[in-house]
């Protein structure tokens, strides 16, 4: 069994960020891959990517004609990893949020688990640097609403660094995947729940972005509001 790790980064406007986490990505373990999928960013990051998997093999680069939304990005990462020998496939944001560091931690965790959470709340403990106050409650909130509602068991359902074992990645039906903002991260932690599939959270430090500019919007904030409660019904009418 092949123990490759692919870390896929979905990208638009990242070109300040990713030239500088990919080097430190790569240098955590000779078994990491990285899959850039780039949005057709106007700032160049999607040229960027190409020039780093020119000089690295490692490094390979999926190019979307637009701005599409990060679940259908990284469900194009999902498939393109799937058709592949990769076992471990991370979900990493490019604004140095998630620390590389933290990838071998994540690759030892899922020796006993088929997905692990990069958790900032966990055993009541928050690890959230340079957040305003009203950010970091929100996403807090956000957290208690969405374990509320679905029931998923899990300190930090929003977050965006993870590891997925190959399995629960084809375990899962991605084409009845409807999540795209951030509520996709809940998603695809319930579905993999649902089936049975054995969920560790290991505690990250979450470091907002100093370069570049968030993509939270408010049109994400209205889909997870109401995207939480499509997922309990489908819970309920056991369609998950």
């Known amino acids: 069994m092949s123990d490759r790790a692919l870390v896929i980064i979905p990208t638009y406007n990242e ?3 990713l030239p500088q986490i990919v080097p430190l990505i790569l240098k955590q373990d000779p078994r990491i891959e990285v899959l850039v999928v780039d949005d057709n960013s106007p700032d160049g990051t999607g040229r960027l990517a190409d020039e780093l998997a020119e000089r690295e093999p490692r490094v390979h680069v999926m190019h979307r004609e637009g701005k599409k939304g990060l679940g259908t990005a990284y ?10 020998d990769y076992e471990y496939v991370f979900e990493m944001d490019a604004d140095f949020s998630h620390d590389p560091k933290h990838l071998p931690e994540f690759l030892h965790a899922a020796k006993e688990a088929d997905l692990v959470l ?3 709340y ?7 640097v340079n957040w305003p106050i009203p ?5 807090y909130a956000a957290n208690v609403y969405a374990r509320l509602i679905t029931g998923l068991n899990v300190a930090d359902a929003t977050g965006g660094f993870k590891c997925f074992r190959r399995g629960v990645l084809a375990g899962i039906d991605l084409d009845a995947v409807k999540s795209n903002g951030y509520s996709f991260q809940i998603e695809m932690s319930l579905r993999a729940a649902r089936r049975g599939f054995r969920i560790k959270e290991i505690p990250i430090v979450f470091v907002d972005r100093t370069e570049g ?15 939480v409660w499509r997922l309990r019904l489908q819970v309920l009418f056991r369609r998950l």
Do not use: Y
Not at 122 to 128: A, E, H, N, P, S
Not at 213 to 227: D, F, L, P, Y
């Open 15 to 17: 070109a300040k960020n």
């Open 75 to 84: 469900r194009a990462g999902f498939r393109w990893a799937l058709e592949r």
């Open 118 to 120: 990069g958790s900032r």
């Open 122 to 128: 966990l055993d009541g403990r928050v690890t959230v």
């Open 135 to 139: 950010r970091l409650m929100l996403s």
């Open 213 to 227: 500019h968030s993509k939270m919007s408010g049109a994400i904030i209205r889909e997870a509001v109401w995207m």
